[in-house]
Every structure is written in C-alpha cells, then in structure tokens.
C-alpha cells in the first residue's frame, strides 16, 4: 500500500501553525482537532518543523508555566522526516519506528500534502490482514 492510497481513506487535511504562533494557540488546537502534533510552515509554505505533545512536554520542563506564550518555533523539531505520496507504507513505518516519530509530513513536489501518524499505520496494517484473512478463508472454504 502506499501514502497516497493511506490519505484517499484519511483525507489530506493538515492542521499547520506558523513559527511565532504562541504556545497556547497552539494547545488550543490540538485540543479542537484531537490530535498530537502540528506540522510548523515557514513563510514560503515549506515545513519549518513540526510540534508535537512530546515537544510540549519537554517545553514545560524548560520553560515551566511560561511555556504557554513561548512562541512554537523555540520547541518545535527542526528535524523533520518527511515522506512522498509514492512511498509505501511499509517503509514508512519502518522510518517511525527506527526514529521514534509518531507523525509524518507527505510532501509532494515541495508541497505539504498531508499527514500520516503512527495510528494511520496501525489502522492500514491492520484492514491488510484482515483482507488476507478474507482471502485466506475464501480460499479455504471453496476447497
């Protein structure tokens, strides 16, 4: 299966930030849309970063209460792993789990063109074996 077939079925929506937005904008966000991180776009629409809970967690270390008007620039990952429509997911996860991520910016021709978290990954694997289930009891059953 590939990124491309992943967001047919999810969608391509992206929730973005831009770098001076306040941290607790950006709280307020993630709580709206139920979700963990937030691709950061730089003013000429590339990714700046991506902001994740964990990135908020280790603010709140630094930063203590004063994290929520810390701008998300100053907590975001600047070391974005990105991947193409084209890819499979296959790679994908091995790319999260090698690297810890559980969110994943798709770009495509330098353009943000959705989002696969680890939780997408699971579901897709999960439809793949029960589809082979399917085909395996189909198969069974006809003799």
Do not use: W
Request: include cysteine; hydrophobic fraction near 45%.
């Amino acid at each position: 299966m590939r990124i491309a077939d992943l967001l047919r079925s999810k969608g391509s929506n992206v929730a973005t930030a831009e770098p001076g937005t306040p941290v607790r904008v950006l709280l307020a966000a993630l709580a709206e849309y139920n979700i963990g991180a937030m691709v950061v776009m730089a003013a000429d629409d590339s990714v700046a970063g991506i902001v994740s809970e964990r990135d908020v967690v280790r603010g709140l270390n630094e930063y203590g209460a004063g994290l929520l008007d810390v701008p998300v620039d100053d907590i975001m990952s600047t070391e974005v792993f990105t991947c193409g429509s084209e890819d499979s997911v296959d790679s994908l996860s091995v790319l999260m789990t090698e690297r810890r991520i559980r969110h994943v910016p798709v770009v495509d021709g330098g353009r943000l063109a959705g989002i696969v978290s680890i939780g997408d990954v699971v579901k897709s694997r999960i439809k793949k074996l029960e589809e082979d289930q399917q085909q395996l009891e189909a198969y069974i059953t006809q003799g």
